[in-house]
């Protein structure tokens, strides 16, 4: 499938800074893309609820361009200079949102999350401690699908089994296809979903940011975490 080249214009719009990865280029795929653009409507959510946002490598360096994990990875292990996003809020423990790394579930079982924010103090002690972090310590955990047909109910199981062994605050399922039966599904297990998401049709988009919005207007105004 050739790239898509609206997704790439987006993700640069929503993040603000190239992202840079020529390492893998001939690797980087649609499903890869549409990760980082939903990893930049979270953003894009932080920024409207007055969050500040760096760019840092593992190594807390400032990252000056931005480079992605397209297969999943270990949050200790730097690579060719992976990088996520530091967000900070007042009087709240800052957040790192990070592409596809494993967190530990309920069962202490490793999953691969395309998309998590999570608290950063845990994930500095993960990083000193090489250990993948526990997914209680994630303010939102998002799984991505992007698919050139309807989303099959494989898809839609697997997140329920999925959900039902992480503990993060909130999760999301999020796919640019869309599947009657999967909605349902997700709906009845009180699950958060958003489905039709890309550029092209900004007012679903703008329901997805106005969704992860809401989980960061949540998050200041608790009591989880503040400083």
């Not at 760096?54 to 994990?69: D, E, H, K, M, V």
């Not at 990875?73 to 949102?97: Q, S």
């Not at 999301?172 to 039966?181: E, G, H, I, L």
Request: charged content about 20%; hydrophobic content about 40%; proline content about 4%.
């Amino acid at each position: 499938m050739p790239i898509d080249r609206q997704l790439q214009a987006e993700i640069l719009r929503l993040v603000g800074i190239a992202v840079n990865a020529p390492y893998a280029a001939s690797r980087v795929q649609n499903n890869d893309l549409f990760e980082q653009y939903v990893f930049g409507l979270l953003l894009a959510a932080a920024r409207l609820e007055h969050g500040s946002i760096t760019y840092r490598r593992a190594n807390g360096l400032i990252a000056t361009s931005l480079c992605f994990r397209i297969s999943p990875g270990w949050i200790y292990r730097d690579g060719p200079g992976y990088t996520h996003a530091l967000i900070a809020f007042d009087r709240k423990m800052p957040v790192e949102a990070h592409i596809g790394i494993r967190v530990r579930g309920t069962s202490e079982v490793e999953h691969e999350c395309d998309i998590v924010a999570l608290l950063a103090d845990h994930a500095s002690f993960c990083r000193v401690n090489e250990v993948s972090p526990a997914s209680k310590s994630a303010l939102v955990a998002i799984e991505c699908k992007h698919l050139a047909s309807n989303t099959n109910l494989n898809y839609g199981r697997s997140f329920v089994g999925l959900a039902r062994d992480l503990s993060a605050k909130h999760e999301f399922f999020v796919t640019n296809s869309t599947s009657r039966t999967v909605e349902r599904l997700l709906q009845e297990q009180t699950l958060k979903w958003e489905h039709n998401v890309r550029p092209s049709l900004p007012d679903i988009s703008g329901k997805l940011t106005s969704a992860f919005r809401e989980v960061f207007k949540g998050y200041k105004a608790g009591r989880w975490a503040s400083l």
